[in-house]
């Protein structure tokens, strides 16, 4: 069986896998980029706290997948919990950074500016701040979400879902009938997604950062 033969074949299984893959790195990404910016909005003042918050969300992507989700089935067994629990944390150094750095780029007579007119210390973050902070915060979560596009594959090692499981199906069976044509259609469904998935933060950069900010 051919590569488009074998798509046509299993094409609403396809569509399923693909559904599984965005939902779990998109709703990961989400909560990531809580975590992120809360972690971010924590930090951002102190400087010792910065480089502490930036090392140990480091330290966690120098962990490789494998190790990680082999540390993780045993606490969250089997399954989707753990793929989430993996991916999120994987998915913060870009997003705290990148909160980090935003909230240090704004202006200090901004938010003098702010509190002038009488804006509380919550009110100059939530509606100056974070709003300057944004295109930043952003572009850590763009970042993150291509990254997660690609561990997500070897969450499947913990059953997670998506595309992972043809990729993992591909070259466990190496050498069988359709093997190649699992291995590459997982493969290249990945990045299509990782493509459609940027193309979406295009978008959102288009609708919610000004013109001037976005050069």
Not at 10 to 21: D, F, G, Q
Not at 85 to 108: C, E, F, K
Not at 161 to 179: H, K, M, Q
């Given at each position: 069986?051919?590569?488009?033969?074998?798509?046509?074949?299993?094409?609403?299984?396809?569509?399923?896998?693909?559904?599984?893959?965005?939902?779990?790195?998109?709703?990961?990404?989400?909560?990531?980029?809580?975590?992120?910016?809360?972690?971010?909005?924590?930090?951002?003042?102190?400087?010792?706290?910065?480089?502490?918050?930036?090392?140990?969300?480091?330290?966690?992507?120098?962990?490789?997948?494998?190790?990680?989700?082999?540390?993780?089935?045993?606490?969250?067994?089997?399954?989707?919990?753990?793929?989430?629990?993996?991916?999120?944390?994987?998915?913060?150094?870009?997003?705290?950074?990148?909160?980090?750095?935003?909230?240090?780029?704004?202006?200090?007579?901004?938010?003098?500016?702010?509190?002038?007119?009488?804006?509380?210390?919550?009110?100059?973050?939530?509606?100056?701040?974070?709003?300057?902070?944004?295109?930043?915060?952003?572009?850590?979560?763009?970042?993150?979400?291509?990254?997660?596009?690609?561990?997500?594959?070897?969450?499947?090692?913990?059953?997670?879902?998506?595309?992972?499981?043809?990729?993992?199906?591909?070259?466990?069976?190496?050498?069988?009938?359709?093997?190649?044509?699992?291995?590459?259609?997982?493969?290249?469904?990945?990045?299509?997604?990782?493509?459609?998935?940027?193309?979406?933060?295009?978008?959102?950069?288009?609708f919610t950062v000004s013109r001037g900010v976005r050069g």
């Amino acid at each position: 069986m051919n590569l488009f033969d074998y798509i046509s074949d299993r094409a609403s299984k396809l569509w399923l896998e693909a559904y599984l893959h965005t939902s779990m790195v998109v709703q990961c990404t989400i909560l990531a980029a809580v975590l992120g910016v809360l972690i971010g909005v924590a930090v951002y003042r102190s400087p010792i706290g910065s480089a502490v918050a930036t090392a140990l969300a480091s330290t966690i992507l120098t962990v490789p997948s494998f190790a990680l989700l082999g540390l993780l089935i045993p606490i969250s067994g089997l399954g989707p919990t753990t793929a989430v629990i993996a991916l999120v944390l994987y998915g913060l150094l870009p997003i705290v950074r990148n909160t980090i750095v935003g909230l240090d780029g704004v202006d200090p007579a901004v938010t003098d500016a702010a509190r002038g007119i009488g804006m509380s210390r919550f009110g100059v973050l939530t509606r100056v701040e974070l709003r300057l902070a944004w295109p930043a915060i952003l572009t850590g979560m763009r970042v993150a979400t291509q990254m997660l596009m690609g561990i997500a594959v070897i969450a499947a090692y913990a059953k997670g879902p998506g595309f992972g499981a043809e990729v993992f199906s591909g070259l466990t069976n190496a050498g069988s009938t359709n093997s190649l044509n699992q291995a590459v259609t997982g493969t290249v469904g990945v990045v299509i997604l990782a493509l459609l998935l940027d193309g979406v933060y295009v978008l959102i950069k288009r609708f919610t950062v000004s013109r001037g900010v976005r050069g």
